[in-house]
């Protein structure tokens, strides 16, 4: 009897201990670390709209970095600003410059000279048609033309 008494409370214990011990560590909720901040007396200076996040390695998160701002990488923004010159003639490349294309595929051209910027808007149509023809700016469809 008394055996049998001690084998049901080793089994206890042993599954309170299972139920108690993991292989990793668990976080607390945001109340219950300001809890137990408050009981050990500890002050806690962490913002309140802070979000925990799990660690990241730098390297991954440098990558991201370079993708989502394509430094090293050929952009068509660059491409065609390397090639404007010949796009539009340098005279009115002298006078504008490409500056963006937002998600529609509307490139952003910016001219300090009215008479250049008239220009442009005139042959918008056979500029878009030169930049579609580069490499990598297939999906630039219209221009937008602005006084910069």
Request: a positive charge.
């Amino acid at each position: 009897m008394l055996a049998s008494r001690a084998r049901a409370f080793a089994n206890r214990v042993f599954t309170c201990k299972n139920l108690f011990v993991s292989d990793s560590p668990q976080s607390f909720s945001r109340h219950a670390e300001k809890l137990i901040a408050d009981l050990r007396r500890i002050p806690d200076e962490t913002p309140d709209r802070m979000r925990k996040r799990p660690t990241r390695e730098l390297a991954s998160l440098v990558e991201d970095l370079l993708v989502k701002h394509q430094i090293g990488r050929d952009s068509p923004e660059q491409t065609i600003r390397d090639n404007w010159a010949e796009i539009v003639g340098p005279a009115n490349a002298h006078y504008s410059h490409a500056a963006q294309i937002d998600a529609r595929g509307r490139l952003t051209v910016l001219a300090s000279h009215a008479v250049v910027r008239n220009e442009l808007f005139l042959h918008r149509k056979l500029i878009a048609e030169k930049i579609r023809k580069l490499k990598g700016c297939s999906h630039v469809r219209d221009l937008s033309i602005r006084a910069g």
